[in-house]
């Protein structure tokens, strides 16, 4: 990832422009500005702790000494029998006994204010074009769900056996359904992308649309 802290004043950043064939045909210059420019690297790891934690199911549960079958009765006298002193067979020194302090049932979500949050966002896409890790290809228009197609496509762009974060300008079913069979490929619009989302992916794709969508979002 980019740099923790840099100055709004950096200069444009090239972003190539492919076709389907996987051939240059040009670039597009950013103002680091438009995607808030600089990347906070402590708010990047929060904001994405934030969003494992609230995918979290917090269904464990343990049995506590209460809560497992067997006798509450002293097992033997506590004195006069020559063995280590006892309790409930419930304790949790024996076996079958209850957990002491074990996990249960929580909800594990909570949120960031959100401003924070869109800045997170904006912060993670620039950090995909100062790594040279993001690229726009000019059509990804497909006529009917076909894998062999859009793998085809993503072969010419070198992106092959990488997981890869597919951006478009509105939600494309027949794109989803041709790329969802195809290991580490996410195809998400651009208003669903977050921090985590963008992050998570080793690669950015988008087409010119979901791109100029990006650049032109408030907050």
Known sequence: MATEEMPAGTGAVKVPVFNRQGENIG??????????????RQLLHEVVLMYLANQRAGTHSTLRRGEVAGSTKKLFRQKGTGNARVGTRRTNKRRGGGTAKGPKPRDYEYHLPKKAVRAATRMALLSKFL?????????????APKTREMAGVLK??????TSCLVGTAEPDETLYKS?????GVVVAPASQFNAYTVLRQKRLLLTKEALEQLRHKKG
Do not use: Q
């Open 131 to 143: 790594d040279n890790e993001a690229m726009v290809i000019d059509e990804l228009k497909v006529e």
């Open 179 to 183: 790329c969802r069979n195809i290991p």
């Open 27 to 40: 670039d597009i210059e950013i103002d680091p500005a438009e995607f808030g420019g600089k990347i906070n």
């Open 156 to 161: 010419a762009l070198k992106l092959s056996g």
